[in-house]
Nanobody
Framework: QVHLVESGGGSVQPGGSLRLSCVASGRTFSGYGMGWFRQAPGKEREFVASINWSGSTTFSADSVEGRITISRDNAKSTVYLHMNSLKPEDTAVYYC?????????????????WGQGTQVTVSS
């Protein structure tokens, strides 16, 4: 069992930045592929970014490419989502996910564990 806790969400103006963190506890974090997903009101949950166990492979959604990146620190059992040049359409609840497959995946079906989510609001 893996327990994931997100933090770092909040309100920011368009063009601003945030860094989300997700701390994992339980089984060996370094063996897990990790991902970030988001869900806006009235919309389905969508993929944002993912990273493999070592951090050597990352994927990002086209909608966030060049603005939002993912990284991890296995020594701290933490995965990060670095968000820059934020837009109002980035407003959503952001969820951290962990998968027992060690690879990065764009599919939510590949993840076994989910955090409770953290709200990000981009508004002027």
């Amino acid at each position: 069992q893996v327990h994931l806790v997100e933090s770092g969400g909040g309100s920011v103006q368009p063009g601003g930045s945030l860094r989300l963190s997700c701390v994992a506890s339980g089984r060996t974090f370094s063996g897990y592929g990790m991902g970030w997903f988001r869900q806006a009101p009235g919309k389905e949950r969508e993929f944002v970014a993912s990273i493999n166990w070592s951090g050597s492979t990352t994927f990002s959604a086209d909608s966030v490419e060049g603005r939002i990146t993912i990284s991890r620190d296995n020594a701290k059992s933490t995965v990060y989502l670095h968000m820059n040049s934020l837009k109002p359409e980035d407003t959503a609840v952001y969820y951290c996910a962990g998968g027992s497959g060690a690879y990065a995946s764009r599919s939510s079906r590949q993840y076994d564990y989910w955090g409770q989510g953290t709200q990000v609001t981009v508004s002027s």
